[in-house]
Each structure stands twice: as structure tokens, then as C-alpha cells.
């Protein structure tokens, strides 16, 4: 009997601890699945996401030939630097040749100018002849009224032989010599009018011309500037900070505008495009922390946050959008992207590079 006892006592003990187990395992699970659960809601991931990025793409805007390359695939430059040069020679003599015909034009403008100058003074001059000869004329006309009077009046008289005939003479030849004078005065008014008028003229042509030349020059200098700023153009600079990448040409390569010759890629303001479910970008919203793990650096975690929310999903912006109106239809779960923008200080090294696949969790909560 003791033995049946201890084996139903053992049997229950074993019973016991199993159930205490079970439930315990039962217990975890629960709360373990409750943690999970609740995770999810409030960290939701996706591993449809890539690091994105500007690419500037270095193309010639002139035809050359490349005379020297001065940087290498995967080197960091900064804007502005210098990095490769096109042959400048007949760029250079084209501005030569626009620097002489604008250079001669303007010689010719000054000329104009000095001619100008020269012609105004000379109607300056002129109109003071005038004004001269005008006072001249009232001083004759004056003078010519008392001589008509005298020699009237000693034409009378010599008819009446009331006075001698040399005293008639002396007073005719008097009068006859201020009628000249008279004569000779209109005529020389008359002079300095047609050359003040002709001068007027003159005068008109050369602000004319002067007019005509300056937009002459204007077409010179912009012809100049053309020819510098294709000068320019054969020395090829970095457009931004970043590192050069896809190096397509060598030096004595013969080039055409807009040719791609490499590309500069900034890694200082890469983000990232996750593709969300439409289902889980509801509780997503801009600013929300985001952590990011890389598939490079696995033990790693990069920070960022939400930026933006695309307005529509990724297959409505493809070439060929779906197209539900006919045929049956299946339901696909779409997905919406939202893009990241990297916290400034989460990758001092730039050890994020365009393309690759990482896998973002937004803490929604």
C-alpha cells in the first residue's frame, strides 16, 4: 500500500510540474506575442527601400578635344574644382577676333565723338559769324538810310545846280560804296545761314551715326561675351561637393555638347525611399523617428525621420500604369513610397551610398 501511495504521490508531483510548464510557456507566449503585437503597431518596417541621392551628371556644353583630365574615378572634389580641360586654343582666337572688332568699333565711336565735338564748336562759331554779321547789317542798314538821304538830296541839288558836280560825285561814290558794303553783308548773313543749317545736318548725321555705332557695339560686346563664356565652357568644374564616379572619357577624346563625361555624386544629402504598405502608411506621418538598418553594416544603426508622403502610389507613376476597368480583378495590396531624410549627425563618414537596399522601421508612437 505505501508504494501505490508514493507512486500516485510522484505521479501527481510529475502531473503538477508539467502543467506548471505548460502554463508558464503558455504565460510567456502570450506575453511575449502581446509585446509583439504591440510592436508592430507602433514600429512598422519594410525592406522595399533604397538609399536615394542626387547625381549630377558632368557633360561639355562645347565641342573639343580634351587636353587634360584632372581627377579619377571615386575621388572627392568640391565645387568648383577643376575637372578636366577642353583644347582653348580656337575658342581663345575667337575671342581675340570678337576682342579687336569690338576694340575697333569703339575707336570708331570716339571718332564720331571727336568729330562731333569739333562740329558743334564750329556751329558755335558759326552762329557767333552770324550774330556779328547781323549787327553789322543793322549798322550798314543805318548807315545806308543817311546816305539814300544825302545822295537824294544832292541829287536835287545838283539838278538845280545848287552844288558842284565833285561834291555830287564824292557823295555818290559814298553811297554807292555802303550799298556794297550793304549787299556784300546780306550776302555773308546769308553764308553763315547755309553753314550753320549744313552744320545742323552734319550734326544730326553723326548723333545718327553715333546712335547706330553704339548698337553696332552692343552686338560686338555681346558677340564677346559669347565667345568668353564659350571659353569658359572648356574648362569643365565640379557642380557640387561629392565624389566623381561613372569616368567616361580620357584625355585626346574628341567631346560634343552634352555628351556625359562622368558624374559627381554628393553624399551629404542622400535620404531614402521606403515603399510602405498602403495598409501601414496610415499611422505614418512626417517627422515620426525612424530607425535604419543597412544590409552593408549589419551591426549598425543609422537614424532619420520622416519626411514626406508621396501623393500617390508607385505603380501610378510607372510607364504603364494598372488598368482595372475590364477583365476580372484581383486586389494587390499597393504600396505608397515615403521618403527619409537622414539625421545630420547619423553618418559623418558617408558610409551610406546611392543604391542600397536598407531596411527602415518608423516608430509611430
Known amino acids: 500500500m505505501s508504494e501505490d501511495s508514493e507512486n500516485r504521490t510522484g505521479n501527481h508531483r510529475k502531473r503538477f510540474i508539467v502543467l506548471a510548464i505548460f502554463a508558464s510557456v503558455l504565460f510567456i507566449s502570450l506575453l511575449a506575442g502581446f509585446f509583439y503585437v504591440r510592436y508592430r503597431n507602433t514600429h512598422i518596417s519594410t525592406d522595399d527601400a533604397y538609399i536615394k541621392g542626387t547625381i549630377h551628371t558632368v557633360a561639355s556644353k562645347v565641342s573639343g578635344t580634351v587636353l587634360k583630365i584632372y581627377t579619377a574615378d571615386n575621388r572627392y572634389v568640391k565645387k568648383g574644382d577643376l575637372l578636366l580641360q577642353l583644347d582653348p586654343e580656337t575658342f581663345q582666337e575667337r575671342v581675340d577676333v570678337a576682342e579687336a572688332r569690338t576694340d ?35 549798322v550798314v542798314k543805318a548807315k545806308l538810310i543817311n546816305a539814300e538821304k544825302d545822295y537824294g538830296r544832292a541829287d536835287r541839288l545838283m539838278k538845280e545846280s545848287v552844288i558842284p558836280v565833285d561834291k555830287f560825285e564824292n557823295i555818290k561814290t559814298e553811297y554807292d560804296v555802303i550799298v556794297a558794303r550793304s549787299k556784300a553783308s546780306q550776302k555773308q548773313i546769308e553764308q553763315a545761314g547755309t553753314a550753320v543749317e549744313t552744320q545742323k545736318a552734319v550734326i544730326s548725321e553723326i548723333k545718327s551715326n553715333i546712335k547706330a555705332q553704339k548698337e553696332k557695339i552692343r552686338g560686338k560686346i555681346a558677340s564677346l561675351k559669347l565667345a568668353r563664356i564659350s571659353l569658359s565652357y572648356t574648362r569643365i568644374c565640379a557642380p557640387s561637393d561629392g565624389y566623381v564616379t561613372k569616368k567616361a572619357v580620357e584625355s585626346g577624346n574628341q567631346v560634343q555638347p552634352g555628351q556625359p563625361l562622368m558624374a559627381v555624386v554628393p553624399l551629404n544629402d542622400v535620404y531614402i525611399v521606403a515603399n510602405y504598405k498602403e495598409t501601414k502608411v496610415g499611422s505614418i506621418k512626417p517627422g515620426q523617428r525612424v530607425k535604419i538598418k543597412v544590409d552593408a553594416y549589419p551591426g549598425r544603426a543609422f537614424y532619420g525621420r520622416v519626411g514626406s508622403i508621396m501623393a500617390g502610389t508607385g505603380s501610378s507613376f510607372s510607364l504603364f500604369p494598372p488598368e482595372n476597368a475590364t477583365g476580372n480583378y484581383v486586389k494587390v495590396v499597393q504600396r505608397i513610397p515615403v521618403k527619409i531624410i537622414l539625421e545630420k549627425e547619423t553618418d559623418p563618414e558617408h558610409l551610406l551610398r546611392i543604391g542600397m537596399s536598407v531596411i527602415p522601421t518608423v516608430y509611430t508612437k
Open 104 to 138: 575697333s568699333e569703339k575707336a570708331r565711336l570716339e571718332s564720331l565723338k571727336s568729330r562731333l565735338i569739333t562740329t558743334r564748336k564750329t556751329l558755335t562759331q558759326l552762329k557767333t559769324a552770324v550774330a556779328v554779321a547781323d549787327a553789322e547789317m543793322d
